[in-house]
């Protein structure tokens, strides 16, 4: 894999799960709106789960499996290379909702340590770096319980 690429994929992943520039919306406005804030409860309910989502970049995307035993499994895209990388890593969900998964892409030698807050509005499902009024969102594509 090139250089140049690879910068490319890195920065992608970097931004990926929660772009300020890419955001839809901001925490207050989801609020104002009704939504609220995922407690580490309403996530726990959702493990096993199966998430997919494009990043902001619109670079690529994952689809990834969070496991009852904090696994993280599954697989990133990358468009305009075509290349495909597993991802491996670990997930845990701290007292005041904040969910931290530390990720490797396996093929792409490179890797993410992110952490979120989750928010809801009706089903739609959404992640912000801060929980704080002006804090930009992400939405979430999919979120499917698995059977335990």
């Known amino acids: 894999m090139g250089t140049s690429l690879k910068h490319t ?4 992943m970097a931004v990926a799960t929660f772009s300020q520039a890419f955001a839809q919306s901001t925490v207050g406005e989801l609020v104002e709106k ?18 997919k989502w494009e990043w902001p970049t619109r670079q690529g995307e ?11 499994t599954g ?7 075509k290349t495909t990388s597993p991802v ?6 701290d007292d005041d909702g904040k969910i931290c998964a530390p990720k490797t ?3 792409w030698g490179s890797s993410t340590n992110m952490c979120w807050y989750g928010f809801e ?16 969102l992400l939405k979430i594509a999919n979120i499917e319980k698995l059977p335990n």
């Not at 994929?9 to 992608?12: C, H």
């Not at 491996?88 to 969900?93: F, R, S, Y």
């Open 9 to 12: 994929l890195i920065l992608a």
């Open 34 to 51: 009704g939504g609220r804030q995922s407690t580490k409860d309403d996530f726990l309910t959702l493990i096993p789960m199966k998430l």
């Open 62 to 72: 994952e689809e990834l499996v969070l496991s009852a035993d904090g696994k993280i």
């Open 75 to 81: 697989i990133g895209y990358h468009y305009r290379s």
């Open 88 to 93: 491996d890593g670990n997930w845990k969900v």
């Open 105 to 107: 892409f396996t093929n």
């Open 121 to 136: 509005l009706g089903k739609e499902r959404f992640a912000s770096l801060k929980n704080e009024p002006d804090s930009k």
